[in-house]
């Protein structure tokens, strides 16, 4: 059974940054596209990045938001800068087997890490 355990999310004011990891046990890690995803509260879950054969960003996070993945150690990572209150949220990580990981197409979820921003 896949698992993924989200970490480093936390409290920060406006223009601060935070680095958001994932940690994959269970299966075989370069296999699986990887993403983020995040869902404030009373909205739906979006989109925020993506990491397969290529790299993928939403609009709010191109420019400010880095992700990236550690094969070696089953990690994927999310660097968050310039951090806005609309970044405020909780940040999921998502897996899928072979194809890009979507909204409604991932295959595992983790169990999220809060990101609040202060303005």
């Known amino acids: 059974q896949v698992q993924l355990v989200e ?6 004011q406006a223009g601060g940054s935070l680095r958001l990891s994932c940690a994959v ?12 995803f995040r869902q404030a509260p009373g909205k739906e879950r979006e989109f925020v990045a993506a990491i397969w054969r290529s790299i993928y ?3 709010s996070a191109k ?4 992700i990236s993945r550690d094969n070696a150690k ?7 800068n310039s951090l806005k209150p609309e970044d405020t949220a909780a940040y999921y990580c998502a897996a899928r ?3 890009v990981v979507t909204t409604t197409g991932s295959d595992y979820w ?3 890490t809060q990101v609040t921003v202060s303005s």
């Open 74 to 80: 089953n990690t994927v990572y999310l660097q968050m």
């Open 7 to 12: 970490s480093g999310g936390g409290s920060v």
């Open 110 to 112: 983790g169990q999220g």
């Open 25 to 36: 046990s269970g299966g075989t890690f370069s296999r699986y596209s990887m993403g983020w």
């Open 97 to 99: 087997l072979g194809l």
């Open 63 to 66: 420019g400010r938001f880095t």
């Open 57 to 59: 960003y939403s609009d």
